[in-house]
């Protein structure tokens, strides 16, 4: 009797949960299923099978260059995103000081502008100031918004770091930037890899910011939207499907790399 | 006492805003001793610790370190070293690299602060095998001894602890209170440690200043904090005692207002005028008749308490609660509500002041 209701619930649990995978990821699927045609437009149930698109989208030159585009921005954001996150984030979670309270909510603000109107403002300003839009350009719009969520996602770390720790590599001689390299950076770096992760992300489909402000650059996102707009062709599901399995591999290989430091370091100590 | 001191602290203040967490104290500790300063939360000893490790800074007064004033020079600076509460082992590193630390940043050579990081883990007695072991996956003591040896391998003039056993279990802590003064002996080093725990400090130390409120109230040995506690709040710090207000009436005569009593006190000190008699739980007895004992009390059995050893009896004068201490050998055989006398003789009490 028990027994059958154990069963049964568990069964509900997980057709509900499948049902929910399902669902989240069919969009995904489909965008695969509409690349694999050799027709020209985009019909369902899709009639003739084909890798065509595939190979016409690798070999174009344009393809190429959006990549690029879309990956220089990622990076540089990644790498600048980290940096001042991370201090950000010592400062959110790490240190007491008068109006703390007041920078936490400032800082995380931007997480919630609606980023049409932050592209479009930002726009603006750099009109205003007399840039020409270009990836540079972009990458500043993208810090704007990528900071906050980097500072949020490290801050987590922080939260849970016992300040001692420093105190006491202090007591023990090291100096004050010995401590942040020998005890601050190593104890946080989970943090500051999904910070970085986080921040590559979130630049790499990035549409609404771009959109105003890479001037004449184009990125992945942006070419998608546009080809939509006007000239669709297969090759739009196969560049969706291709930066979704990149970021889904980028994903698991990141959490392949540190499970293998993890264990590179047990087995470097045991 | 004899030697020079190895540490004298002069006047030292700290205070934050306008809360004066500790105030003008004035301290010599010697060299090669174990010092406690004990004080329930908020008495200051944490403050006063974090300012001879040079992690807090003096507002005013001096710290001087073998004569020389040390009060500005940061932690890192400083020749001394600290276990914290929370041990703070670096959790990224190996039980061997939590050691070496100190050795690493001063750019010693690896095989020689591994050999020095056996050495201490072999004073310490923790398996050679432990040198590469994780140390999120210690045990409590052992995670204890590791902390120890990462700060004695700074080789500390004076080692400073801060409440380290508090978050250990009864029965591990009062093990490694044990160990941790023999360590003290087998390293000769002067140990300054911090508790909340009177009877932690007895057990380990030469020393203990007992603070309060960010003031010294008594320094002395443990036998003189036991026997000779010179406030109530020293008294009772040490644990159970039973307290009667009192006032002077006679060179040997007390009078005790709440119970509408004379009490014989020998010997009262000269100058005493009020205070409070503290007699201690294993002082008092049980008496059949009130002449067995100097003073006698009766009052009521409202329960009692088998501690191992020893047994207490709680009993009733009125309101008043006292606790009478007995060898489990020679235990009570009364029953709840018994009326009951308890008594105690002029020698078996001592006279505080507030």
Redesign the interface.
């Given at each position: 009797m028990n027994g059958s209701a154990d069963r049964m619930r568990r069964a509900f649990i997980w057709s509900w949960t499948g049902a929910v995978i399902v669902f989240m990821y069919l969009p995904a699927v489909s965008l695969l299923l509409a690349s694999s045609t050799s027709s020209r437009y985009f019909i369902f149930p899709v009639t003739k099978w084909g890798f065509d698109w595939w190979q016409k989208t690798f070999a174009s030159l344009e393809v190429h260059q959006l990549f690029k585009t879309s990956l220089v921005i990622a990076l540089c954001v990644t790498a600048v995103a980290v940096v001042i996150a991370l201090f950000g984030a010592l400062a959110f979670a790490r240190y007491e000081w008068k109006g703390r309270s007041i920078y936490q909510k400032i800082v995380l603000l931007p997480i919630f502008f609606p980023q049409t109107v932050l592209g479009l403002a930002l726009l603006l300003w750099f009109n205003a100031l007399g840039f020409t839009m270009s990836w540079q350009t972009a990458v500043f719009a993208h810090l704007v918004w990528i900071i906050p969520v980097c500072t949020l996602v490290i801050s987590i770390q922080v939260y849970s770091f016992?300040p001692?720790?420093e105190?006491?590599?202090?007591?023990?001689?090291?100096?004050r930037w010995?401590v942040f390299r020998?005890?601050t950076l190593?104890?946080l770096?989970p943090g500051i890899f999904s910070g970085a992760l986080f921040a590559f992300l979130l630049s790499w489909g990035n549409f609404p910011l771009s959109l105003y402000t890479t001037g004449a650059d184009t990125t992945l996102p942006e070419y998608l939207y546009a080809k939509m707009i006007a000239g669709y062709t297969p090759g739009v599901p196969v560049l969706g499907t291709v930066s979704t399995i990149g970021a889904a591999f980028l994903l698991i290989g990141s959490y392949g790399l540190i499970l293998a430091m993890r264990r590179a370091r047990?087995s470097?100590?045991? | 006492m004899a030697g020079t001191p190895i540490l004298q602290l002069r006047n030292l203040t700290k205070v934050f805003g306008n809360f004066t967490a500790v105030n003008d104290i004035d301290l010599d500790f010697e060299e090669g001793e174990f010092f406690t300063i004990v004080g329930p939360s908020g008495s200051g000893k944490t403050t006063l610790l974090r300012m001879l490790t040079g992690m807090e800074f003096a507002s005013s007064g001096d710290i001087l370190l073998r004569g020389q004033r040390i009060n500005d020079l940061p932690a890192n600076k400083r020749p001394t070293c600290m276990v914290f509460q929370s041990l703070a082992l670096f959790p990224h590193r190996s039980v061997g690299q939590n050691i070496e630390f100190s050795l690493k940043m001063k750019g010693v050579d690896p095989a020689v602060r591994k050999a020095r990081a056996l050495e201490l883990m072999l004073q310490l007695r923790l398996p050679e095998t432990y040198y590469s072991k994780n140390v999120t996956k210690c045990s409590g003591g052992e995670r204890q001894r590791v902390a120890l040896a990462r700060a004695l391998a700074y080789e500390p003039d004076i080692l400073f602890f801060d409440e380290p056993l508090s978050a250990i279990d009864y029965k591990l802590r009062k093990t490694l209170e044990k160990e941790l003064k023999d360590i003290h002996r087998e390293t000769g080093k002067t140990f300054i440690y911090i508790t909340h725990s009177l009877e932690e400090a007895m057990v380990m130390s030469d020393r203990i200043g007992v603070m309060r409120a960010g003031k010294l109230v008594q320094v002395g040995s443990p036998q003189e904090i036991y026997s000779a506690p010179q406030t109530k709040f020293v008294s009772e710090f040490i644990g159970d005692v039973n307290v009667i207000a009192v006032t002077a009436i006679g060179a040997a005569s007390l009078r005790a207002a709440e119970f509408a009593t004379n009490l014989k006190c020998l010997p009262v000190p000269a100058g005493f005028t009020a205070g409070y008699l503290v007699v201690r739980p294993e002082s008092l007895r049980f008496v059949g008749s009130p002449g067995e004992t100097d003073n006698c009390l009766e009052g009521r059995l409202y329960n009692e308490y088998v501690l191992g050893s020893r047994v207490q009896y709680q009993v009733r004068v009125g309101d008043h609660v006292f606790i009478v201490e007995k060898l489990r050998q020679q235990a009570f055989g009364g029953h709840r509500d018994d009326k009951v006398l308890i008594g105690w003789d002029a020698e078996g009490s001592i006279l505080v002041t507030d």
């Open positions: 016992d001692a720790l105190e006491a590599a202090f007591d023990l001689g090291a100096t010995q020998e005890v190593p104890v770096f047990q470097a100590t045991e | -």
